[in-house]
């Protein structure tokens, strides 16, 4: 087989960004059991799959971690973004903020750490980055906090009345029935 960018002598192990889609098409192809490699024990060659682990990377690390945070730290009430918008030394720093979905006032806001924290996760564990890995820990650690400041029991970047409005039927993004739909959904 191959594949534009690889060898031929290249394994099917040493094809990560590629290993999914190989993977049907090779068990498609053959008898044989394939087994998952673990990150780590694969590194790209100079390729076109390299040079998008790379951009990936970046974009990981171009995010500031109190941007990931915004809304657990406004949520814990250790972050105002009103203040953080207002004040001219920090209209620049909220260029950064995330928005769309990552809003204050969106009711998803807050699922990009998760994903944010599993890309980190795959880049320090596949490539051993020492600097995501650290990125990674530092996260972890404001959550800590956070839950700390929300009395020990609470580290999200929703309102925990969320919970209650739900229990009264009340709609809320988390949950709707036909009953509680909102007619613009």
């Given at each position: 087989m191959?594949?534009?960018?690889?060898d031929?002598?290249?394994?099917?192990?040493?094809m990560?960004?590629?290993r999914p889609?190989?993977?049907?098409?090779?068990?498609?192809?053959?008898?044989q059991?394939?087994?998952?490699?673990?990150?780590?024990q694969?590194?790209?060659?100079?390729?076109?799959?390299?040079?998008?682990?790379k951009?990936n990377?970046n974009?990981?690390?171009?995010l500031k971690?109190?941007n990931?945070?915004?809304n657990?730290y406004?949520?814990a009430?250790?972050?105002?973004?009103q203040?953080?918008?207002?004040t001219?030394?920090?209209?620049?720093e909220?260029?950064?903020?995330?928005?769309?979905r990552?809003?204050?006032?969106?009711?998803v806001?807050?699922?990009?750490?998760?994903?944010w924290?599993s890309?980190?996760a795959?880049?320090a564990?596949?490539?051993?980055?020492?600097?995501v890995?650290?990125r990674?820990d530092?996260?972890?650690?404001?959550?800590?906090r956070?839950?700390?400041?929300?009395?020990?029991?609470?580290a999200?970047?929703?309102?925990?009345?969320?919970f209650?409005?739900?229990?009264?039927?009340k709609?809320?993004?988390?949950?709707?029935?036909?009953?509680?739909r909102p007619s613009?959904v």
């Amino acid at each position: 087989m191959y594949v534009r960018g690889l060898d031929a002598d290249d394994s099917l192990a040493s094809m990560t960004a590629l290993r999914p889609v190989l993977f049907l098409l090779a068990a498609a192809a053959s008898a044989q059991t394939l087994q998952p490699v673990p990150p780590g024990q694969v590194k790209p060659l100079d390729s076109q799959f390299l040079q998008r682990a790379k951009l990936n990377r970046n974009y990981v690390v171009s995010l500031k971690n109190e941007n990931l945070l915004q809304n657990f730290y406004l949520e814990a009430g250790l972050w105002n973004p009103q203040l953080r918008l207002d004040t001219a030394a920090n209209r620049g720093e909220a260029e950064g903020m995330h928005w769309g979905r990552e809003a204050p006032t969106c009711q998803v806001r807050g699922h990009l750490l998760g994903h944010w924290l599993s890309a980190a996760a795959f880049i320090a564990t596949s490539g051993g980055d020492s600097e995501v890995h650290g990125r990674a820990d530092a996260i972890v650690s404001d959550l800590a906090r956070i839950q700390e400041k929300s009395g020990g029991r609470w580290a999200a970047s929703i309102p925990e009345k969320y919970f209650f409005w739900i229990a009264e039927g009340k709609p809320v993004w988390a949950r709707t029935t036909p009953s509680t739909r909102p007619s613009w959904v």
